[in-house]
């Protein structure tokens, strides 16, 4: 199993190498810059559905869509740019409206954020999949295998770790800027070639009318473009040093690259007239009408599936991170602290997996069902975060702080408004879930936290008076046998180590069986006696849980006994299935059995290892 495992993510790094495995500005870009650079294709998408069923009235008002979106986008990169230097250890949301705002609205920042994570995930595969569908339509029928089979592979490449999945993102990253530009660029020059087309001739008939209520709908739509800009922050850290610095560079550069990439094939959709068919998503109708269909039109829309796919991997650098820093803090189960073989947050990374993969299966591989759900954490952490850089600024001061608080006073009224105008326009079409997963999060972080605490209460020795030095009298030990052999003789051979009062029991499931036992435990038993306990239901556990409680309320030493357990341990995995796990339930049971006389009954278990 090691082995596999070692082929598939690589042998164990040493934590020495942790400092080695951070991103310069090139590979960062690649690893956070997917989802937001990619975002495209679903908000196109996602806009054109809004607009197309108020006909060419409702695709005339893409392009103005397409600039509020862009000043929307301006206005967040801006203030993100601003909470890099000041939150350098990573944490985006979460750090800025937990030290400003309070733990509260840190929780919930938080909370939005894991949400939209396992979204980003779910949506970039399931958008990805109908890319290259639409150039090759007979893959449509399988679109949640070919998710769940990226999924798996975007996986495997993030726990290889940082470098290598950096590395490995950068291909198709810089592939689709790549096609995607050239693409924008040769668009420009036959819109600068040839006169502007008219939905009038290209729109599909109307089937609503065009209301300032349509437009605000295609707009929140839309703005699950703006999703992606949060994950640098988050990710600041993972950055060479000095972090932040390199942080904010790459955050410019992706904005700038976004922008572009948005408004240019907005703007060329709108320009020639553009329309998508019902099984054609409307970048690849961009593509064909500004290519042909053609060896390139399959390149860019191969490209336009690749980003997708590796844009789940702005989700594996993010969700993992913040739910180490959550960890931290108690609020998550500590497992999610700590780094794996090869340096990063494995248990995090196998956790956003499981649930994009539920999510997938339950929306059928559909992007377009997963939408609704996309944009109200997203916007709701964007308007913590802003807000609380305010409070910040408001305290810490320092230079031109007024104008800083400005700039993030702006990202914050721009993301308020936006948060109102998607969670309204959505919330009948999915968002209410989003509503309603948020409390149950926080409530899930107050559980868990609270359960730590309870630990370190029961746990501390703080004001604990140290107990008298007492002379130790050997333990009563219980042995539990299912008959006489190797492995029952060497745990019994353990017992008589440790105490002079030991029992074995054997209980006796078919009359008659226990004959047979005591022939031969008068071999092998060296000495010990053997008690035999009746079980006419054919139960185990449940009799020799009565035989305990009777044999420790009869000693008066007010001392429960100790159990040890003889089993045997197959040498392959499979071969478990093949034996009752008798002493795996007696352990079960015995642990979660409360405290005899207010002590705690010691479980020993003697493996005896089987060599074939």
């Excluded at 998408?45 to 862009?70: H, T």
């Excluded at 936290?449 to 009298?473: D, F, I, S």
């Excluded at 045997?568 to 352990?587: D, E, G, I, M, S």
């Amino acid at each position: 199993m090691h082995t596999i495992l070692s082929l598939l993510i690589g042998p164990p790094l040493p934590t020495q190498r942790l400092a080695g495995e951070r991103l310069n500005k090139i590979r960062a870009l690649a690893a956070f810059s997917p989802d937001a650079l990619s975002s495209i294709a679903y908000a196109n998408q996602e806009i054109f559905l809004g607009l197309a069923v108020a006909g060419a009235a409702g695709l005339a008002y893409s392009l103005p869509i397409g600039l509020v979106i862009v000043g929307i986008l301006a206005a967040v990169a801006l203030s993100y740019a601003q909470t890099l230097p000041a939150y350098p250890g990573g944490g985006g949301s979460y750090a800025v409206a937990r030290d400003n705002l309070g733990q509260g609205i840190g929780l919930l920042a938080a909370s939005c954020l894991l949400i939209d994570y396992v979204l980003t995930a779910a949506v970039s595969l399931t958008a990805g999949v109908a890319a290259i569908a639409s150039a090759f339509p007979a893959l449509w029928p399988y679109r949640i295998e070919l998710a769940l089979t990226f999924l798996v592979l975007i996986t495997l490449a993030n726990l290889r770790g940082l470098r290598e999945s950096g590395t490995l993102m950068a291909i198709p990253v810089y592939l689709f800027l790549v096609s995607y530009l050239a693409m924008l660029a040769v668009g420009l020059i036959k819109a600068l070639l040839s006169s502007p087309g008219s939905f009038s001739a290209t729109a599909p008939a109307a089937t609503e009318s065009l209301t300032t209520w349509l437009v605000l709908h295609a707009l929140a739509a839309g703005c699950t473009a703006l999703t992606g800009i949060e994950a640098i922050s988050n990710g600041v850290p993972v950055f060479r040093p000095p972090e932040a610095k390199n942080a904010a560079r790459t955050l410019v550069v992706m904005a700038l690259l976004m922008g572009t990439l948005f408004l240019g094939s907005i703007g060329l959709t709108q320009y020639f007239a553009v329309v998508a068919g019902p099984d054609e998503t409307i970048l690849s109708a961009l593509v064909r009408r500004v290519l042909g269909t053609n060896v390139l039109y399959v390149i860019v829309q191969t490209a336009t599936l690749l980003i997708l796919v590796v844009a789940a991997n702005t989700s594996f650098a993010g969700f993992p991170r913040l739910a180490s820093i959550l960890a931290q803090d108690g609020y998550a189960p500590r497992q999610l602290s700590f780094l794996g073989d090869r340096l990063v947050f494995s248990n995090g990374m196998l956790l956003l997996a499981g649930l994009a993969g539920v999510l997938i299966l339950a929306f059928n591989g559909d992007s377009h069902a997963l939408i609704p759900l996309f944009a109200v954490g997203v916007f709701l952490a964007f308007t913590l975060s802003q807000a609380g850089m305010v409070v910040h600024w408001l305290r810490v001061r320092g230079p031109a702080w007024k104008l800083k608080a400005a700039i993030n006073g702006i990202g914050a009224l721009a993301t308020t408004m936006t948060l109102g105008v998607v969670l309204i326009s959505k919330f009948t079409e999915g968002a209410w879930l989003v509503v309603l997963l948020i409390p149950l999060l926080l409530l899930a972080f107050h559980t868990v936290k609270e359960h730590y605490r309870e630990v370190a209460r029961e746990l501390t020795l703080h004001n604990a008076v140290p107990e008298a030095t007492m002379p130790l009298r050997s333990p009563r030990v219980v042995l539990p046998i299912s008959g006489v052999h190797r492995g029952v003789v060497e745990a019994l051979r353990y017992a008589r180590s440790i105490s002079d009062r030991v029992t074995a029991v054997y209980v006796e499931i078919n009359p008659g069986d226990a004959d047979r036992i005591r022939q031969q435990w008068e071999k092998w038993g060296q000495g010990v006696p053997l008690v035999v306990v009746p079980s006419p239901y054919r139960s185990i556990v449940g009799p020799l849980l009565e035989y305990l409680d009777r044999l420790d309320a009869e000693s008066g030493d007010g001392q429960p006994a100790s159990i040890l357990l003889p089993e045997f341990v197959p040498a392959r995995w499979w071969q478990f299935l093949l034996h009752n796990q008798t002493a795996w339930l007696l352990k079960l049971a015995l642990l979660y059995r409360r405290r005899r006389f207010g002590k705690v009954r010691a479980i020993i278990d003697i493996p005896w290892y089987l060599r074939e």
